[in-house]
């Protein structure tokens, strides 16, 4: 079972560079999260989706967009890179809310110089 | 607003040695809590949970009690494996909406050597 497929796994940018972090899941789960992961910190979450056509901000939005076309992908845009943005960046699922198991994809590891 | 905070590590023990990682909360109400661990290379994965106060959650082996009148979950193994080393995390969530984002700790990197 794929479960939460994120792609790519690395990648260096420059500052000012744009890229899409992508995430597809094969659960047929309605939610859908992006979080970061700063060392030695928690993960903090970027934006949500309650399902496809839905989308809203967690608590550190600025500088990331999100769009959710169909139920199983959830890409994540970086517009203009700032070396603030330089972490850890994970894909996530679950069938009802926050409350529920959520299922997380390997990660994206991002550099920006 | 939520917080949660867990002891910072690497912990390394020996196998088979008892492990305790502690985590304590601040939250209003009536929270519930989870263990994630990540292993080398993968995503987070849920290890157990505990939805209201004096809940045990468990899970191979592992076991962590929801204690409200300390605001504590801390996560422990009687006898641990090289296969249990990892990182894990503690988190909480107030309510079942999707709005109601996970709260997680800093995450507490578990070396367990033969």
């Known amino acids: 079972n794929a479960g939460v497929t994120q792609t790519p796994k690395f990648r260096i940018l420059k500052i000012g560079q744009s890229m899409t972090l992508q995430c597809a899941q094969d659960m047929n789960h309605n939610y859908m999260y992006w979080y970061r992961q700063d060392p030695g910190m928690g993960l903090k979450l970027i934006y949500y989706s309650v399902g496809a056509g839905i989308t809203d901000k967690g608590e550190v939005p600025n500088g990331y967009n999100v769009s959710r076309s169909t139920t199983e992908d959830f890409p994540l845009r970086l517009e203009l890179a700032a070396p603030s943005q330089t972490s850890v960046y994970f894909c996530a699922s679950s069938q009802q809310g926050a409350g529920h198991e959520a299922f997380f994809g390997q990660g994206t590891r991002l550099t920006v110089v | 607003g939520n917080s949660v905070t867990q002891m910072e590590g690497p912990v390394t023990l020996s196998e088979e040695a008892f492990l305790t990682i502690n985590c304590t909360y601040t939250a209003t109400g009536y929270p519930s809590l989870f263990w994630y661990v990540q292993y080398p290379g993968e995503g987070l994965q849920l290890l157990l949970k505990?939805?209201?106060?004096?809940d045990k959650g468990s899970n191979k082996g592992f076991e962590a009690t929801y204690r409200k009148e300390t605001t504590s979950f801390h996560l422990e193994k009687g006898s641990v494996q090289v296969s249990d080393s990892a990182v894990y995390f503690c988190?909480?969530?107030?309510?079942?909406?999707?709005?109601?984002?996970?709260?997680f700790g800093g995450g507490t990197r578990l070396m367990v050597k033969p």
């Open positions: 505990a939805t209201k106060a004096d």
């Open positions: 988190a909480l969530v107030k309510g079942n909406n999707a709005g109601n984002m996970l709260t």
